[in-house]
C-alpha cells in the first residue's frame, strides 16, 4: 500500500507518473504536449456546464468536439454555440467510446461526478470536474485512484483559487505576516430566494434516478444527489480557508434544518457550521436562503481575523466591482510606511485599506502576471472560470499539478461532507486522522 498522506505537489505528481499507462494514455498525451488543441468534451449542458462552456470558448487552445446531456435540447444547445464539427450526446458513454478526446470537463449533478470521472481515466482522458468533487469522500478518493492509475491531470473546480484578489490577498497580507497570528474566520454565503429552480424540460428520466424532471432540476434540493448548501456554496469557502491558512479542521459541530420552505426539499435551507482546526482556530459558517443582508455588500464573503487585523474578502458583489478585498489594522498595532499612502474607504465607520492586486508580485497565475488580471478597482479582465480552464490546458501539456488538483478537492469536500453528517446527527465530528489520505 502507498500512504500519499504529506506528499507535495511535485512528489504527488512523481507518484501518479510511476504508474505504468496504456498505449492509448501515452498517444493522448503526446498530442498534448505537441501542442496540438486539446479536444474536449463537455459532460453536463445544464447551468453550471453553460457558465464554464461560456467562458471556455474563449480559450482557443481547447477544440470543443462534443457536448452531452440527458436532456437532448440542452446538448444540442451547447452543441450549437461551440458550431460546426461538434457532437451531441445523451449518454456519457457513448461520447467516450465514439469521440477521439484528450480531456473532458464535468458539469453533472454532484452524484455523477466519480463515475463519469473514473470512466474518462479509465479512457486514458484528462479531467476537469465540478465541485464539489464528488458526493462521498470515497467517491473522491477513487477518482484520485483513477486519476494516478491513468497518469492524467485531475482539475477541481473551485474557482476562487483562480481570482487574482485572493492570490493577493494570501501572498501581500496573510503570507507576509500583516494579520499576525490568525485566530478566528467568518464565512457566509446568503441568498434571498428558495434555490428552486423552474422546471422547463419535460421527458422521463428515471432511467438516470429521476423520478420526474423536478427532481432533475432541482437536483441541488434532494439528498440523493447533492450535499446541499455545504457541497453545493460552502465548498468554495471551505477551500478559501484551507487555502489561506494552510490548515484543515480536526473537528467539525453545526445545525440546520428545513425550516422555512417547506416544498418538500431534502435538504437544509440554511446551516451554521463551526470548523475547530489546530492551534484553536475556529471557522463560523452560515449559509441561508432567506435573508442575503451583509454590510459589506455582498452575499458571499470571507472575515479572517488576526491579533495585528482583519481581512474581508467579497465576491460575487452585485455593485460596479467584480469582486473586493479590505484590510482593518487592528488598533494599537504599529503600522507600516505604506498603509498612510494606501487607497482607504470606510466601511461601517471603520477606516480600511483596499486591497490592489495590480501590486502583486511573484509566480503567475494561469501563466500569466497577477497585475495584469485585475484592475485597482476590482474589475477582472478575465473571468475565474476562464483562468481556470487557461491552466488546465498548461497543466495538461506539461504534467503539471494544477492549482486545484484531487488532493485539493478532496480536502474541501470531505469538510463539507462531515458537516454535512454534524448536521444530520447533531454531534461534533472528529475528523479521522486518515480522512485525507490516499492508498493504493
Not at 505537489?9 to 496504456?22: D, N
Not at 483562468?387 to 488546465?392: T, V
Request: hydrophobic share 40%.
Amino acid at each position: 500500500m502507498t500512504n500519499q498522506t504529506g506528499l507535495d505537489r511535485r512528489q504527488f505528481l512523481k507518484t501518479a507518473a510511476t504508474i505504468a499507462v496504456g498505449a492509448h494514455v501515452v498517444t493522448q498525451s503526446a498530442r498534448a504536449q505537441d501542442g496540438e488543441r486539446m479536444r474536449m468534451a463537455l459532460l453536463g449542458c445544464g447551468g453550471q456546464g453553460t457558465v464554464l462552456l461560456t467562458n471556455a470558448l474563449r480559450v482557443p487552445e481547447i477544440e470543443w468536439v462534443a457536448t452531452c446531456d440527458i436532456v437532448e435540447e440542452a446538448a444540442q444547445a451547447a452543441a450549437a454555440r461551440v458550431g460546426e464539427g461538434c457532437q451531441a450526446f445523451t449518454r456519457y458513454e457513448d461520447v467516450l467510446a465514439n469521440v477521439e478526446l484528450d480531456a473532458v470537463a464535468i458539469a453533472t449533478p454532484l452524484h455523477w461526478h466519480a463515475p463519469m470521472a473514473i470512466a474518462a481515466f479509465q479512457s486514458g482522458l484528462h479531467v476537469f470536474c465540478e465541485k464539489c468533487m464528488a458526493y462521498t469522500v470515497d467517491d473522491c478518493k477513487d477518482m484520485i485512484r483513477a486519476q494516478m492509475s491513468a497518469n492524467k491531470i485531475l482539475q477541481v473546480g473551485h474557482h476562487l483559487r483562480y481570482h487574482p484578489l485572493y492570490w493577493h490577498a494570501k501572498r501581500g497580507f496573510i503570507d507576509a505576516g500583516l494579520l499576525g497570528d490568525i485566530t478566528s474566520i467568518y464565512g457566509q454565503w446568503n441568498r434571498n430566494n428558495s434555490w428552486r429552480r423552474p422546471v422547463n424540460v419535460a421527458g422521463d428520466y428515471t432511467e438516470w434516478g429521476y423520478p420526474d424532471a423536478e427532481h432533475l432540476v432541482n437536483w441541488r434540493l434532494y439528498k440523493e444527489y447533492s450535499g446541499g448548501l455545504m457541497t453545493e456554496l460552502a465548498s468554495h469557502q471551505i477551500d478559501v480557508v484551507t487555502w489561506m491558512i494552510g490548515k484543515t479542521p480536526i473537528a467539525v459541530q453545526a445545525m440546520g434544518g428545513v425550516d422555512y420552505y417547506d416544498d418538500g426539499r431534502t435538504v437544509p435551507d440554511n446551516v451554521h457550521v463551526t470548523f475547530a482546526y489546530p492551534d484553536g482556530v475556529k471557522f463560523d459558517y452560515i449559509s441561508g436562503t432567506t435573508n442575503a443582508f451583509s454590510i459589506f455588500g455582498s452575499q458571499c464573503h470571507e472575515v479572517i481575523k488576526g491579533t495585528k487585523g482583519t481581512l474581508v474578502m467579497c465576491h460575487l458583489n452585485p455593485g460596479p466591482t467584480d469582486s473586493a478585498g479590505w484590510f482593518f489594522p487592528e488598533e494599537g498595532t504599529q503600522r507600516e510606511i505604506w498603509m498612510d499612502m494606501a487607497h482607504k474607504v470606510d466601511i461601517g465607520g471603520h477606516e480600511a485599506i483596499v486591497l490592489d492586486a495590480t501590486i502583486t508580485e511573484g509566480p503567475p497565475l494561469a501563466g500569466q502576471p497577477i497585475s495584469t488580471l485585475i484592475d485597482g478597482e476590482g474589475h477582472l479582465a478575465k473571468m475565474t472560470y476562464q483562468l481556470e480552464f487557461e491552466e488546465f490546458v498548461i497543466s495538461c501539456r506539461e504534467m503539471k499539478l494544477p492549482s486545484c488538483d484531487g488532493l485539493t478537492g478532496l480536502k474541501s469536500a470531505a469538510d463539507a461532507i462531515l458537516a454535512n453528517q454534524a448536521i444530520e446527527t447533531g454531534e461534533t465530528i472528529p475528523f479521522p486522522e486518515d480522512l485525507y489520505t490516499i492508498t493504493m
